[in-house]
């Protein structure tokens, strides 16, 4: 089974400054990568995914991660964060070709932007 | 179009009861999973059904138990509640066989007392 690890469980950032979110797995075979974000009483809305080709994937609300295999990593980040990006980040991992569809979760990362 | 629609929103039950809870996919969408979130084991995955056949299911004891219709919607029951039962109950669907577009509902947040 796959595990996932988020380095940090509270991100304090100020307002217009850069973040990133940490995330990384357990193993290093054929995966797919996702970070969800879950704002108060809410499920998860996803914010992106890899799931092959190009290792830096994009949300159209400015973040974007990379997939690292070497590292097994797969770090969220943000050049300029707002208020409205306060809110609880997930990042995930599904095994296709072992575990089928199932995700694995980390434990989250609670970002909160300082004005 | 509609998103993943849980009812109830919020439930409460006593120790020892059994509970249902329901999901609605988005229309079209034929896979549907289920996640616990607690604070203490964060998001852990139920089960998955597709086309009304359960194709994977998560490390949780036998009162946890779900099944698909035809029209895709599906429920979850857990019976003989326990304190710790006490969650939010996510579902997610897709409209494919694989997880690429997962999306989620709002939840059941249910509270065992």
């Known amino acids: 089974a796959q595990s996932v690890t988020q380095l940090d469980s509270q991100v304090p950032v100020f307002e217009e400054a850069p973040v990133e979110l940490r995330c990384n797995y357990s193993?290093?075979?054929?995966?797919?990568l996702f970070w969800y974000v879950q704002y108060p009483n809410q499920g998860l809305q996803l914010l992106l995914k890899y799931l092959s080709g190009s290792t830096l994937v994009e949300s159209i609300n400015g973040f974007e991660a990379e997939f690292n295999k070497s590292q097994t990593s797969f770090h969220l980040r943000k050049p300029s964060v707002h208020i409205s990006d306060t809110a609880e980040y997930f990042c995930?991992?599904?095994?296709?070709?072992?575990?089928?569809?199932?995700?694995?979760f980390g434990t989250g990362t609670s970002l909160t932007v300082i004005p | 179009k509609a998103g993943v629609t849980q009812t109830p929103r919020y439930l409460i039950k006593t120790r020892g009861q059994q509970v249902t809870l329901s999901c609605s996919p988005i229309?079209?969408?034929?896979?549907v999973s289920w996640y616990q979130q607690t604070p203490g084991q964060g998001l852990q995955f139920l089960f998955e059904y597709f086309s009304e056949t359960q194709r994977n299911k998560g490390n949780f004891p036998g009162r946890f138990s779900g099944r698909q219709f035809s029209n895709s919607r599906s429920e979850m029951n857990v019976s003989t509640l326990e304190l710790g039962d006490s969650a939010l109950y996510l579902c997610?669907?897709?409209?494919?066989?694989?997880?690429?577009?997962?999306?989620f509902g709002s939840g059941t947040r249910l509270t065992v007392v």
């Open positions: 997610a669907s897709s409209g494919t066989a694989n997880n690429y577009g997962y999306t």
């Open positions: 995930a991992v599904s095994d296709p070709e072992n575990t089928g569809n199932q995700f694995y």
């Open positions: 229309s079209g969408h034929r896979s």
């Open positions: 193993s290093s075979v054929s995966v797919y």
